[in-house]
Structures are given as C-alpha cells and as structure tokens.
C-alpha cells in the first residue's frame, strides 16, 4: 500500500528564506503525489501535483516540488517565504491505477517568522 | 465555478444520537470523497461515491455510511456517536479520469462536537 511521510510536524522560518517542506513516498511503482496547503478553519487547497508528465512541477503561490525516484521523495520548496504561506502542508498520494483515494502525510505546520 | 459546499458548517451533538452531513459538488463533477481530520489520527478517508455507486471505502466502522444522489450531491451520516467522532469532516469532488491523477477539491468542511 502507498504512504507518504512527513518528517518535521513544525517548521519555521524567516519572513524571505527558503522553505523547503519534506515529504517521501513509498510504493512499488510511482505514485501520483500531491501537496495541499490548509488554512486555519478552511479546508484543503491543491498547490500541485506529480503525475509523471514531468519531475519538477510548479505549483501556485510560487511553490515548487522535484520527484526524484532514487530518493523517493517529493520536497516541497518556495525560494523566499511569505507571512502569509504560514498554514499546515500535507503531502498526499494515490496510487496510478483508478482510485480516487488520497493517503496523507501527518501534516508540517509552517510558521513564518518576521 | 462554485465550490463544494458542505452543510452545516459547525454541529453540535451528544454521545448516542446520529448526524447527516451534506456535500454539493462542483457542477460536473460526479466523484465525492469523505476525508475525516483530527488531531490524533490526521487525514483519514473514509469512503468514495461514483455515480451513487460506492466506489471505495475506508478503515472506518459500519456506524459511518454515506450515500450519492443523481444530481452528485453526497451525504454521510454517523449512526451512535462517540466522543471520538468530533472531528473536521472534508468532502472532496473531481471529475473521475480513472487513473487516480484527478485533483480533488475540497470543501471548508464540517467541525461536529460531540458532547
């Protein structure tokens, strides 16, 4: 069965550095993966996803995310924060046959210090 | 485009009694899928419907059901609640390519309180 973690439940970092969010897949074959932004009392926003079309996949809000196969991982970066990029980060994925089923990472919440 | 929109947005219930939660999809979209989010167990899924049809179903308790209408619009209904059963419930629908790569969108969900 695929699954994803997230190492780090809480990052911070300075209002203009890089964020650099960590999410690694297992599964025997390559997943489709995904990377969703929660803002407080909201529900879940899709920033991109990894479909196969391509590794480095850009997203909106100026967030990007590499698949690299040999490392199993699918980081999510932004090259300089914003205040308001502070929200939880969830790291998802299902599987590349027909299913509708998303398995999700624990979640990093990230604080944006100024 | 509208949303998905989840009705009620806040409930509050006690111990035993049972809750319908309501779910319109995006407009052509015909896949809906239950998400329950807490902070002990996270994201977890709880099942899918696909043209009324249930498609995929989760770890959960037979105490959880759900069911999809012809015009998309989805319910789920907790039967005996538990004081486990407060949570966020998200609904999430997409437009089903069937290779598991559709993006699903989500509502701004269901906080339900059990008391």
């Known amino acids: 069965a695929q699954s994803v973690t997230q190492l780090g439940s809480h990052v911070s970092v300075s209002e203009g550095a890089l964020v650099l969010l960590r999410c690694n897949y297992s599964s025997s074959v390559p997943p489709y993966l995904f990377w969703y932004v929660q803002y407080p009392n909201q529900g879940l926003q899709l920033l991109l996803k990894?479909?196969?079309?391509?590794?480095l996949v850009k997203g909106i809000n100026g967030f990007e995310a590499e698949f690299k196969k040999s490392e199993t991982s699918f980081h999510l970066t932004k090259p300089s924060a914003h205040m308001s990029d502070a929200a939880e980060y969830f790291c998802a994925v299902t599987p590349n046959f027909g299913n509708e089923k998303l398995t999700f990472g624990t979640g990093t919440r990230l604080t944006i210090i100024p | 485009k509208a949303g998905v929109t989840q009705t009620p947005r806040y409930l509050i219930k006690t111990r035993g009694q049972q809750v319908t939660l309501s779910c319109s999809p995006i407009s052509g979209h015909r896949s809906v899928s239950w998400y329950q989010q807490t902070p002990g167990q996270g994201l977890q899924f709880l099942f899918e419907y696909f043209s009324e049809t249930q498609r995929n179903k989760g770890n959960f308790p037979g105490r959880f059901s759900g069911r999809q209408f012809s015009n998309s619009r989805s319910e789920m209904n907790v039967s005996t609640l538990e004081l486990g059963d407060s949570a966020l419930y998200l609904c999430?629908?997409?437009?089903?390519?069937?290779?598991?790569?559709?993006?699903?969108?989500f509502g701004p969900g269901t906080r339900l309180t059990v008391l």
């Open positions: 999430a629908s997409s437009t089903p390519s069937g290779s598991g790569a559709d993006t699903q969108y």
């Open positions: 990894y479909t196969s079309a391509a590794t």
